[in-house]
């Protein structure tokens, strides 16, 4: 997939060509409040299992600065597919109890 590449322009151009089919996936992303009142949450571990729960689902999350929401971006498709699992991970670090 030329998703991967670093400059996938000058390739895109040489491919298109009068009858070549182009598939255009739409991407978007979806937040969520982190929790107030959460105590003694591991940022670091948290940051890293997110890292990787993106590699497998080829999505990307971002903690906002002030660690008051969380956001989850990809392609739609693999956004829809791992929204259920990404909740269960990410609520393993917030509990309020």
Known sequence: ??????D???IFIDCLQDGVEV?????CQVS??????VKDVD???????????????QVEFKISPDKRQLRMSGLRAAV???RA??????STYFSTT
Do not use: H, N, R
């Open 43 to 57: 940022w670091d571990s948290l940051k890293a299992d997110l890292t990787s729960f993106g590699e497998d689902y």
């Open 80 to 82: 829809i597919a791992s």
């Open 32 to 37: 969520g409040a982190i929790p107030a009142g």
């Open 23 to 27: 598939e255009v996936e739409p991407y």
């Open 1 to 6: 997939s030329m998703q991967e590449m670093e």
């Open 85 to 90: 699992d990404a909740t269960e991970v990410v």
């Open 8 to 10: 996938c322009e000058p």
